[in-house]
Every structure is written in structure tokens, then in C-alpha cells.
T-cell receptor, first 115, second 120 residues
Framework: AQKVTQAQTEISVVEKEDVTLDCVYE???????LFWYKQPPSGELVFLIR????DEQNEISGRYSWNFQKSTSSFNFTITASQVVDSAVYFC????????????WGAGTKLIIKP | DSGVTQTPKHLITATGQRVTLRCSPR?????VYWYQQSLDQGLQFLIQ???????AKGNILERFSAQQFPDLHSELNLSSLELGDSALYFC????????????FGPGELFFGEGSRLTVL
């Protein structure tokens, strides 16, 4: 069965701190994709990144970085020098062949950045 | 702005009623997905259409139905509404059908702002 676990329900940090959001996934597929989406208070879900299972290179995009480790089935998301605008709910999701590539979502982590 | 348009943004109705939610996908996107987001259930996939045909079904109740029209817009019909149907309903679109067949994996999904349904 496919599963995504975001153990952190809510994280609160002060602006400019670094913060890491954890994502652990389960799948028996060798071909799969991992995603992060952001849901700001306005409600719209915004795509952040997609990573396929054959590419374990970490990725950096500005203040955002992602650490994909197949050995621990984790795809963690780090925001450096956090800003108030980063406050949102962040979802990790998995898409795998055995589930016909439908997205399996984590429960989300609510990130609060205090000024 | 994702390019996906959902109407209405807010809807309040009574139990037993029927509502229709509408979604216009991004220009050029052939796939439309419907999701339900509630506090206790999180994000639940309901159904997917690709170029007018049903592609995949998730946790969609029998009281709910959807279709995608030739112009690619989609409608989600919710009938015999119950209090527990109160939720945020998202539509998303993507270019690809996003189904099996490596390397034909899923593209990113572009979400609308959602339709917030309140059933009283």
C-alpha cells in the first residue's frame, strides 16, 4: 500500500529561522514520484516540486531545498531564512505506478512563521 | 493565478439539496481532477477525467457525480447533501492523463482556488 506520513502537524518558528518539514513515504513501486505543494491561507494549492524515484539529487530553489533519501524513504523540505509569507500548510504527496499514479497525500504540516 | 477557474467560491445550502460545482481547466490541459478537503479527512481524491472520459475514480460517493464536457470544463454534482459533505472542493488540471506507463508519469497539477461548500 502507498502511504505518506507528515508527522509534524504544526510548526511555529520565528522569522529568519531555518525550518525543515518531514515527509516519509511508503511504496513497493520502484517507479514513483514525490511532490510538495503549498496551501497558503488563501486556500489555493500551489505546486512546489516533483521528484522521480530515479533522481536522488537534492534540489535547491532559492530559499527552498529538498532532500530526497531513498534509503530512509524520506523527502524532506527545508526553508532557510524563513519569512512570514512562508506561512502555509505544506503537503507532501506520492504518485506510484501501483496506484495508477494518483496522488497519495500526506496530512499536511501547518507552518507558522512569526515576525 | 493557476489558470484553473472554479465557481462558485462559496456555497451555503441545506441538507437534502443538490449543488453543482464548475471547473474550467487551464488552457490546453486535458485532465481534470476533483478533490475534497475536509478537516477530518484531509485531501481526498474523488475522480479524474481526461479529454471527456472518466480516467480514475477515488473515494467518490454514489451521491456525487461528475462529467467533463467537450469544451473540457467539468462539473461536479453533489446530491442529497449531508452535513458531512461540508468541505472545500478543489478542481485541478494537468496536461497529461497522468496514468501508468513510465516515463509517462504525472505532471504537476494546477489547482483552482476551491469551492467552499457549507451544508446546514
Amino acid at each position: 500500500a502507498q502511504k505518506v506520513t507528515q508527522a509534524q502537524t504544526e510548526i511555529s518558528v520565528v522569522e529568519k529561522e531555518d525550518v525543515t518539514l518531514d515527509c516519509v513515504y511508503e511504496t513497493r513501486d520502484t517507479t514513483y514520484y514525490l511532490f510538495w505543494y503549498k496551501q497558503p491561507p488563501s486556500g489555493e494549492l500551489v505546486f512546489l516540486i516533483r521528484r522521480n524515484s530515479f533522481d536522488e539529487q537534492n534540489e535547491i530553489s532559492g530559499r527552498y531545498s529538498w532532500n530526497f533519501q531513498k534509503s530512509t524513504s524520506s523527502f524532506n523540505f527545508t526553508i532557510t531564512a524563513s519569512q512570514v509569507v512562508d506561512s502555509a500548510v505544506y503537503f507532501c504527496a506520492l504518485s506510484a505506478r501501483n496506484s495508477n499514479y494518483q496522488l497519495i497525500w500526506g496530512a499536511g504540516t501547518k507552518l507558522i512563521i512569526k515576525p | 493565478d493557476s489558470g484553473v477557474t472554479q465557481t462558485p467560491k462559496h456555497l451555503i445550502t441545506a441538507t437534502g439539496q443538490r449543488v453543482t460545482l464548475r471547473c474550467s481547466p487551464r488552457s490546453g490541459d486535458l485532465s481534470v481532477y476533483w478533490y475534497q478537503q475536509s478537516l477530518d479527512q484531509g485531501l481526498q481524491f474523488l475522480i479524474q477525467y481526461y479529454n471527456g472520459e472518466e480516467r480514475a475514480k477515488g473515494n467518490i460517493l454514489e451521491r456525487f457525480s461528475a462529467q467533463q464536457f467537450p469544451d473540457l470544463h467539468s462539473e461536479l454534482n453533489l446530491s442529497s447533501l449531508e452535513l458531512g459533505d461540508s468541505a472545500l472542493y478543489f478542481c485541478a488540471s494537468s496536461v497529461t492523463p497522468g496514468t501508468s506507463g513510465a516515463p509517462f508519469g504525472p505532471g504537476e497539477l494546477f489547482f483552482g482556488e476551491g469551492s467552499r461548500l457549507t451544508v446546514l
